[in-house]
Every structure is written in structure tokens, then in C-alpha cells.
């Protein structure tokens, strides 16, 4: 069994940070590409940022200069460093990653937090 644990939400005021973190844990073998996506009511869940497992980042043009993604290989886990918050990345987000067990390989999703910018 695979589990991605996240954390790090909450409500913050404009121009704030949060740091978002994600644990991968359970019978895994390797961990791929791992990522942050965010959705809000009645849209589409869209990428935020992507990270290889050798450290490559791809982040969406909307959070670039403002958001950071970053790992840890040995411990299976990522982050995602947001400064200078917007009311406009409210939303939930949620972490994902390739993940190979013993016997598959498979995208998954944790359950999402909760990222508020309010005054």
C-alpha cells in the first residue's frame, strides 16, 4: 500500500509564504517524477510545478519566480516553497507521484490541502 501525505496548508494574507511538504510511504521501490497540481471549484486541476528525480523543475508560468519545488530522495519526499502569495492561488492542492512497487508503476494522489490568501 502507497501513501502520499501532505501538509503545510492553511490560511495566509497576501504577499505571504506557506511551504507545502509531501511524504510517499508504503511498499515502494523507486519514485519518479513527483509534482504539485492545484484545483479550485469548478475548474480543471492544473500543474503548479514537477520535479525529477534528478532534480529537473518544471514550474507553471502563473507561480514562476514566486514558487520553488524541491526534494528529498531519501526520504521520499516533496516540497513546495511558496512566497509572495496571491488571493488567486487559493485553492486546494495536491501532490502526485510516479511511484514503482514491486509489482507496478503508478501515478498517485494524495488528498489534497486546503491554501488560503486572504486579508
Known amino acids: 500500500q502507497v501513501q502520499l501525505v501532505e501538509s503545510g496548508g492553511g490560511l495566509v494574507q497576501p504577499g505571504g509564504s506557506l511551504r507545502l511538504s509531501c511524504a510517499a510511504s508504503?511498499?515502494?521501490?523507486?519514485?519518479?517524477?513527483m509534482g504539485w497540481y492545484r484545483q479550485v471549484p469548478e475548474n480543471e486541476r492544473e500543474l503548479v510545478a514537477r520535479?525529477?528525480?534528478?532534480?529537473?523543475?518544471h514550474v507553471a508560468d502563473s507561480v514562476m519566480g514566486r514558487f520553488t519545488i524541491s526534494r528529498d530522495n531519501a526520504k521520499n519526499t516533496v516540497y513546495l516553497q511558496m512566497n509572495s502569495l496571491k488571493p488567486e492561488d487559493t485553492a486546494v492542492y495536491y501532490c502526485?507521484?510516479?511511484?514503482?512497487?514491486?509489482?507496478?508503476?503508478?501515478?498517485?494522489w494524495g488528498q489534497g490541502t486546503q491554501v488560503t490568501v486572504s486579508s
Open positions: 502526485n507521484a510516479r511511484i514503482e512497487t514491486r509489482t507496478t508503476s503508478y501515478d498517485y
Open positions: 508504503g511498499s515502494i521501490f523507486s519514485v519518479y517524477d
Open positions: 520535479i525529477t528525480f534528478g532534480g529537473n523543475t
